[in-house]
């Protein structure tokens, strides 16, 4: 089919999450990497935590292995204190974000740093390019200070974690192996928001308060939408609202997967799994 120029994306289906539960205990709702979206290219994982129950949090993410790809933390409310095996260790504050690129192999622990009250955020997983897998492992950490906020008409506010926007405000994680956008983004009732995507990039929309239109698609409440191919994205809120819009250029490559191990092969899988067992992360 011909494209249009300036093509609008629509929204190719919407989902709820899964509630689930992962390391020792912590209650999340799982939109990308569960049965009912295993991945959007280049993007393996999304899981949205949120609860002020200390019970659903408290036991937090004990050290566990990563290996080829990024995981992304950004952290709404609450504080999550993080250590690695190689000495790199920090707390993650409200707003702030954590890009670790697990490249060749980390092994760390992501602990709520808190005894009560509210812990929200978001944990995402990039995928890395073949050539890439292996990598040092790197780190990019802003606290909410060096995240800017993009002010455009109809009172929306654009925080840029990562990316650029066309009004050319740029994200502070700017070493990305995998090329991806990553804005949140808040509307008053009545606003309307445009921002053009590279064609070739996979995009979603996750609703995280409020309610928005996409196309002639309404979504209310937490949902994530996933966009169709074009080349910008429009929306108008309907209710004050929040949103994060994710986009990034998909790989394209075979892809096996166990737990916290992202290869291309299972050959490669396999090693992952030898090297960790004998301590070569
Ligand atoms: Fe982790």
Redesign the pocket.
């Known amino acids: 089919m011909e494209q249009r120029a300036n093509s609008i994306r629509t929204v190719k289906r919407t989902l709820l999450g899964q509630e689930t539960a992962d390391g020792a205990g912590v209650r999340l709702t799982r939109l990308i990497g569960g049965p009912q979206l295993p991945q959007l290219d280049p993007f393996l994982l999304l899981d949205d935590f949120r609860s002020d129950d200390p019970e659903d949090y408290i036991g937090g993410?004990p050290p566990?292995p990563?290996r080829g790809f990024e995981?992304v933390t950004y952290l709404l409310a609450g504080r999550v204190e993080h250590r690695d095996n190689a000495g790199h260790a920090g707390v993650l504050e409200a707003g702030g974000v954590q890009w670790?690129t697990a490249g060749r192999g980390?092994v760390?622990s992501?602990m709520p740093k808190q005894q009560d009250g509210l812990l929200a955020g978001f944990?995402l997983w990039v995928n890395l390019p073949a050539k890439q897998k292996m990598s040092e492992p790197r780190y990019q950490e802003f606290d909410r200070q060096a995240i800017p906020e993009e002010q455009r008409g109809d009172g929306v506010t654009v925080r840029v974690v990562a990316g650029r926007t066309s009004l050319d405000t740029q994200g502070p994680v700017r070493e990305l192996m995998t090329p991806a956008r990553y804005f949140d983004i808040t509307l008053p009732a009545g606003a309307r928001f445009s921002e053009p995507l590279p064609a070739a990039y996979n995009a979603f929309v996750y609703l995280l308060e409020g309610a928005v239109s996409i196309d002639a698609v309404a979504l209310k409440g937490r949902t994530l939408a996933v966009l169709g191919d074009g080349e910008a994205v429009e929306l108008a809120a309907r209710e004050p609202s929040r949103l994060l819009l994710v986009a990034g250029l998909p790989l394209g490559e075979p892809i096996a997967r166990r737990g916290?191990f992202v290869m291309n092969n299972e050959a490669e899988l396999r090693q992952a799994f030898t090297d960790y067992q004998e301590g070569r992360f």
Do not use: A, L
Request: hydrophobic content about 30%; proline content about 10%.
């Open positions: 993410f566990h990563h995981t670790m980390v760390h992501e944990q916290p």
